[in-house]
């Protein structure tokens, strides 16, 4: 039960293709990498690659946060809070993707628990929310389970909107822009 750490074969920014493994980290069981009492594993199912700073960001789904590491795999920070659901700003619910930003270094977390999207900046201060937060709908302005968030290389940000089977594009000043697929 170690986690394991994703690095890009080639190429930048890859999310799920083309990863080779190696080890993140191996702490003892019952103790999280930051210290907090639980597991050394992960909950989540993606991890996210910033090469410009080297850090890897994995969202810790049933632990409601999202972890970062350091490039040797030391930890870094905490987005959200450990063991705590929430519907503020320093919350998750389930977070299940992770996106950081080419052109700005902002930080996307798809937040499906509360049918929303949360954005912080580089430096890890909340700045909005896309959605409504425990609101699902199939409307431009909601989410139904946002699974994933990507973001191009002109800063546009599209988001897996799973239980509404479509992507949800938005620029980067965060303004609807289009619909892939269909509610």
Same mark, same amino acid.
């Given at each position: ?6 690095? #890009? ?9 083309? %990863?080779?493994?190696? !080890? ?6 019952g103790a999280l990498p930051d210290g907090? #009492? ?11 690659l910033d090469p410009p700073a080297g850090? +890897?960001?994995?969202?810790?789904? /049933? %632990?409601? &946060? =999202?972890?970062?590491? /350091? ?27 992770? $996106? +950081?930003? #080419? ?13 929303? =999207? @949360? ?8 700045? $909005? ?5 425990? =609101? ?9 389970? #946002? !699974?994933? =968030? ?11 909107? &799973? /239980?509404?089977? &479509? +992507? @949800?594009? %938005?620029?980067?000043?965060? !303004?609807?822009? $289009? ?5």
């Amino acid at each position: 039960g170690r986690a394991r750490l994703l690095t #890009p074969v080639a190429g930048p920014k890859t999310r799920t293709s083309g %990863f080779t493994t190696a !080890a993140l980290s191996s702490g003892a069981r019952g103790a999280l990498p930051d210290g907090a #009492p639980g597991h050394t594993g992960f909950t989540g199912t993606s991890v996210w690659l910033d090469p410009p700073a080297g850090r +890897i960001y994995v969202p810790d789904t /049933n %632990f409601h &946060r =999202v972890q970062i590491y /350091n490039p040797d795999g030391s930890f870094f920070a905490t987005l959200g809070a450990a063991y705590a659901s929430g519907t503020d700003n320093n919350h998750f619910y389930r977070p299940n993707g992770v $996106a +950081i930003s #080419p052109v700005n270094g902002d930080i996307y977390v798809a937040d499906r628990g509360n049918e929303r =999207v @949360q954005v912080f900046s580089s430096a890890r201060a909340y700045k $909005a929310t896309l959605g409504v937060t425990r =609101v699902s709908g199939a409307d431009n302005a909601h989410f139904s389970y #946002p !699974a994933g =968030v990507a973001v191009d290389s002109q800063g546009n940000l599209y988001v897996a909107d &799973r /239980n509404n089977q &479509r +992507i @949800q594009k %938005f620029n980067s000043a965060l !303004a609807y822009v $289009a619909t892939i697929g269909q509610t």
